[in-house]
């Protein structure tokens, strides 16, 4: 009885997912959230509207795809259960807020607990003993295989692509003596999710951080990072701001905000 009350409020993840941080990862976001909501609310809208203007050109409104949902607070559940029949939201972690939606709209909308990158599981049944050209190899070809509930007319990866490589990225041992190993397994991950999303046949949106940036409190850029660059993608359909962490969030010295852009395809 206990056990089944605690699970109302433990998320639900794989545990070789569990052991490569994204368990972790996930609650951290969502006290993040809690503690700067209203930094994050402009963004926040800024990725819901995006993903209504995707949803305007598709053709057929039967099903759609969310990846890395988490707890869909970039993601208009609502609104698109309106528009498509079926509402897939995926992640690696299915937390409150996603079954909440699924128990909301039970006819329309789903949870899928699915692995984007195709890597977690062997990265983590190998993990100790990876060297970074193994670790990086796993990412560069893991298939992720067809997507959660087929072919969908609408896919929406929700700010996910930067995470993919980098969290197990950060859990593996070999990183202890090469710190830089997270940012080239996110490199590849991601490079990974494009081709993936490239194959798909309905209309796609991508919501990524497009630059990262370190501002000091007098408002100097300290630190600039393009990650589109490094994905090698275009200019996006639509760039905003996300203030990720005021100061002192992440640093008592500087602002970590990012450029967001939504790429939509198809
Ligand atoms: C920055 S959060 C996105 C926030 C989410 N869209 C929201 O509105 O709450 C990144 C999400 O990607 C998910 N994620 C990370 N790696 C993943 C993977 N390999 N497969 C599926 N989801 C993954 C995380 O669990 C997390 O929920």
Known sequence: MLKELFSIFVPDCPPWARELGLAREHKAIAKRHARVAAAWASHLAASRAAVMAAAERCLKHEQVLVIGAGD??????????????????????????????????????????WDASGALAVVAAKKDTLVASEALAIFK????????????????????????????????????KDSDLPDRCAKAAARRHLEWLGQRTGVRILLADSVRLNIAADGRILKRESLSERYGLLKPDRQWRWDLAPIPEWSPDFHRVHEVGAWIFG
Request: net charge negative; aromatic share 4%.
């Open 72 to 113: 869909c607070l970039d993601v208009p559940v609502e609104e698109l259960a309106a528009k498509f029949r079926r509402v897939i939201l995926a992640d690696i972690v299915i937390g409150t807020e996603a079954r909440r939606w699924a128990k909301k709209f039970p006819a329309r909308v789903s949870c899928a607990s």
């Open 141 to 176: 070809n893991a298939d992720a295989g067809p997507p959660p509930g087929g072919e969908a007319d609408l896919v929406v990866s929700a700010n996910c692509i930067s995470q993919l490589g980098l969290v197990p990225g950060h859990a593996l041992p070999a990183t202890e």
